[in-house]
């Protein structure tokens, strides 16, 4: 299979060819959270609350994850494009070892550390009793989710987006078709309760590798994971470990902001903390399509990158930016229109549910402005520049929003809070742009 195409057909007609499959594949990931929490929620607030709590370091476990996958995907999209397929391979088969590696480590460590962490939010035994639950289960299928997202970015890389695609949707509709089943203890299966939206979550993401292996061995693609190709070589490591971590730091720190901003909202009330687990489920639904749109342009802008092209790069960001502004638009609406549906999806308190929809009202109002941080940050870890991007994420997570969060509550309560989030996304999208510019000249 020849790649040519990524440097050959037009700008716009690529970027959505590339990116819609992707816009799927994210819209189905997102939906194993939006679904466990919809049926959660049905057990009590309670049990809401407890996935609330774990949420940050299953977040940061995705971050590691995907984070490293990412520089897969760039790494091998890069040598591709420059035309030296021993490295590109390399790249793929050392990879998915060291991606094996990192998914036994963060089994252990999450399971380690998660008593110590809880009780760090939390006084209340039962919520405690039941996040662990949830998370020792939850956080045994580390390994299979690493694995899985090595042969997603891999199969990216070479453009075959809609492999992805439908390797997502199987293990989607095998996670909706649990939950209830396993959670409620509906036929053959006893009820579980929030232990089992942890095994229907796992069993998923079993699926979607199967998927993917059955996809490797009965369509061969360009790029092979052989035991000849991992022999370990500096330049090579070095390129995914370079991107790999300044992606997962990006995808990171918002399980860092989130563990803070659960301390702030915390000495509030603990509804704040429930509020802020929903937005970010919901935050992670609305802004996928503008997440698979990044990821389609990631490749594209490897490659483009690898072979020279550097006016298509320029044109593939330009494109890439007006699409996520729209997409972003269309969220903000959404946000005013039906709020309190889609906060009504994880509680039914009324209490609750007035303070989820002032808070989506604010913080929607730096949807739009925040595309340009997103796309500038994905464009970058394109280009295979992961510490600029790296500089973009810690202004939008750490730098501007912690303090801004920590001020704002003095004055405002528990809504300055939410005023950060619009706060910060003005001032990191002037900043990202000024990054984005200087590299893209190098």
């Known amino acids: 299979?020849?790649?040519?195409?990524?440097?050959?057909?037009?700008?716009?007609?690529?970027?959505?060819?590339?990116?819609?499959?992707?816009?799927?594949?994210?819209?189905?990931?997102?939906?194993?959270?939006?679904?466990?929490?919809?049926?959660?929620?049905?057990?009590?607030?309670?049990?809401?609350?407890a996935l609330a709590m774990v949420y940050p370091v299953q977040n940061l476990v995705n971050a590691i994850a995907i984070g490293f996958a990412i520089g897969i995907n760039a790494t091998v999209a890069f040598y591709l494009g420059a035309k030296d397929q021993g490295r590109a391979d390399q790249a793929a088969a050392l990879g998915m070892l060291l991606s094996l590696l990192h998914g036994v480590f963060l089994t252990v460590v999450c399971i380690a550390i998660m008593p110590g962490f809880l009780r760090m939010f939390s006084g209340d035994q039962a919520v405690i009793e039941m996040a662990l639950d949830y998370s020792q289960k939850v956080f045994l299928f580390a390994t299979v989710i690493?694995?899985?997202?090595?042969?997603?970015?891999?199969?990216?890389?070479?453009?075959?987006?809609?492999?992805?695609?439908?390797?997502?949707?199987?293990?989607?509709?095998?996670?909706?078709?649990?939950?209830?089943?396993?959670?409620?203890?509906?036929?053959?299966?006893?009820?579980?309760?929030?232990?089992?939206?942890?095994?229907?979550?796992?069993?998923?993401?079993?699926?979607?590798?199967?998927?993917?292996?059955?996809?490797?061995?009965?369509?061969?693609?360009?790029?092979?994971?052989?035991?000849?190709?991992?022999?370990?070589?500096?330049?090579?490591?070095?390129?995914?470990?370079?991107?790999?971590v300044s992606a997962t730091l990006n995808l990171a720190l918002p399980s860092l902001l989130i563990s803070v901003l659960n301390g702030i909202l915390a000495g509030f009330s603990e509804k704040y903390v429930l509020v802020l687990g929903a937005y970010y489920?919901?935050?992670?639904?609305?802004?996928?399509?503008?997440?698979?749109?990044?990821?389609?342009?990631?490749?594209?802008?490897?490659?483009?990158?690898?072979?020279?092209?550097?006016?298509?790069?320029?044109?593939?960001?330009?494109?890439?930016?007006?699409?996520?502004?729209?997409?972003?638009?269309?969220?903000t609406i959404?946000?005013?229109?039906?709020?309190?549906?889609?906060?009504?999806?994880?509680?039914?308190?009324?209490?609750?549910?007035?303070?989820?929809?002032?808070?989506?009202?604010?913080?929607?109002?730096?949807?739009?402005?925040?595309?340009?941080?997103?796309?500038c940050s994905g464009a970058l870890e394109g280009l295979g520049k992961?510490?600029?991007?790296?500089?973009?994420?810690?202004?939008?997570y750490v730098v501007i929003i912690i303090p801004a969060a920590f001020c704002f509550s003095r004055f405002l309560g528990a809504e300055g809070t939410w005023y950060a989030f619009c706060f910060t996304e003005f001032a990191a999208a002037g900043f990202a742009y000024i990054i984005y510019r200087r590299c893209e000249r190098v």
């Open 1 to 49: 299979m020849e790649q040519t195409f990524m440097k050959e057909q037009k700008i716009l007609p690529l970027v959505l060819s590339m990116s819609m499959p992707m816009v799927i594949s994210m819209a189905v990931n997102s939906l194993y959270n939006i679904v466990d929490s919809y049926f959660v929620a049905r057990l009590s607030e309670e049990a809401m609350t």
């Open 146 to 244: 690493t694995s899985g997202l090595v042969f997603e970015k891999v199969f990216q890389a070479v453009g075959r987006m809609k492999v992805s695609m439908l390797c997502m949707m199987c293990g989607f509709v095998t996670n909706i078709i649990l939950d209830p089943l396993m959670i409620f203890g509906i036929g053959i299966f006893p009820r579980m309760g929030i232990a089992g939206a942890a095994y229907a979550t796992g069993i998923g993401q079993i699926v979607t590798l199967i998927a993917y292996l059955v996809f490797y061995r009965i369509s061969p693609i360009p790029v092979k994971m052989k035991k000849q190709h991992l022999k370990m070589q500096k330049e090579v490591t070095g390129k995914l470990y370079a991107i790999g």
């Open 281 to 331: 489920k919901l935050q992670t639904f609305i802004y996928l399509t503008a997440n698979g749109i990044i990821q389609g342009i990631r490749p594209l802008t490897g490659y483009n990158y690898g072979a020279g092209e550097r006016e298509r790069v320029r044109k593939i960001f330009q494109t890439t930016l007006a699409l996520t502004m729209g997409v972003m638009a269309v969220g």
């Open 334 to 375: 959404l946000s005013w229109l039906i709020p309190e549906k889609l906060m009504g999806l994880f509680t039914s308190q009324q209490e609750t549910l007035q303070s989820g929809v002032a808070a989506l009202h604010i913080i929607s109002l730096g949807f739009m402005v925040s595309a340009v941080s997103v796309t």
């Open 386 to 396: 992961g510490l600029p991007s790296l500089y973009i994420s810690l202004l939008r």
